[in-house]
């Protein structure tokens, strides 16, 4: 009987445990890959966006474009480019006035739907990531679980960054300075950069910043619809 009792015992361990290790291991792996997104706000715009395009054709690696609605007309051919070349396309509201897109919940959602149709037009791609301006917790405006539920019910996801460049806040500072505070050891890293007709320096950073990322063993990816959600809710 004991016999009997101790073979059980090695099926049920055979069965159960070594698998549930091997799930355990391959997760373990997949945490070590290192992921690094080149995000972009503000554009298209004209010079900018399309030297930082050179750059990242250079340099073989993808990026995220959150764009605004308004300044896509007569940069068409940039959002073509974009998806040519293998990068995403967000939303980043229309106007980006911040007395417009933060007067109601309504109003945000109205003005990232239609960019979302902009964008279509010119692409026959339907984007629905989107990145709030200034971000989702900001001077204007604190995210609320309300506000996110009705995004997901319009079939919107929130994309923050956990690593900002400032790049934004003071275009004008070095290059030199943007490329160090966009270098961060998180994974995943988020990167908040700008590609707005202001932000010259940003495209000087840029190759010291993807030569970083290159050099710690970061694979570049590009934000997606099944890229996990980056946001916070706050208490007002």
Known sequence: M????????????????????????????????????????DGPSEIITREILDILKEYNVNATFFLIGKMIKGQEQDLRRMVDEGHSLGLHTYSHERNKIYRSNQSFIDEMILTQQIIYEVTGFKTNILRFPFGSNNGSYKLSASMVNNLHNSELKIYD????????????????????????????AVILLHCGAVNKNTVKALPSIIEYYKKNDYKFKVITSETPEVYRIRRK
């Open 2 to 41: 004991q016999v009997i009792k101790k073979t059980f015992l090695l099926i049920l361990i055979f069965i159960f445990i070594i698998p549930q290790y091997k799930c355990f291991s391959l997760t373990e792996e997949a945490r070590t890959e290192k992921i690094v997104y080149l995000t972009f706000d």
């Open 161 to 188: 960054w956990n690593v900002d460049s400032t790049d934004g806040l003071n275009p004008k500072i070095e290059p030199s300075m943007i490329a160090k505070r966009a270098q961060s050891i998180k994974n995943p």
